[in-house]
């Protein structure tokens, strides 16, 4: 039904940029807050950065003044850009999504969705 295929991984030198994007496709009737997390090895998945549908932005302290993320809703999609990566930002990166689709009954109904994951590592 919906899908959020995320792309813009790789292996990146520390002080570089990468830029991650997600989008969404399926049976769509809007897209609500989405949000970039992460997770290393060893270590609990940590939220990075959540965006609102009116573009309202929040950033763990970890990545402030370093990530930005921003969206593109005609193209359901959802960017992070990450600057000065350091080695501690190596991890996989997952989009999550909250969709609203049209039900087969003619109203709708809200779920959460994820992205498969995209490995950043960051090389000192």
């Known amino acids: 039904q919906v899908q959020l295929v995320e792309s813009g991984g790789g292996l990146v030198q520390a002080g570089g940029s990468l830029r991650l994007s997600c989008a969404a496709s399926?049976?769509?009737?809007?897209?609500?807050?989405m949000a970039w997390y992460r997770q290393a090895p060893g270590k609990q998945p940590e939220l990075v950065a959540s965006?609102?549908?009116?573009?309202?932005?929040n950033y763990a302290d970890s990545v402030k003044d370093r990530f930005t993320v921003s969206r593109d809703n005609a193209k359901n999609t959802v960017y992070l850009q990450m600057n000065s990566l350091k080695p501690e930002d190596t991890a996989v990166y997952y989009c999550n999504a909250n969709i609203i689709s049209p039900s087969t009954s003619g109203t709708y109904y809200s779920q959460t969705y994820w992205g498969q994951g995209t490995q950043v590592t960051v090389s000192s």
């Open positions: 965006i609102t549908g009116g573009g309202s932005a």
């Open positions: 399926g049976s769509i009737f809007r897209l609500n807050d």
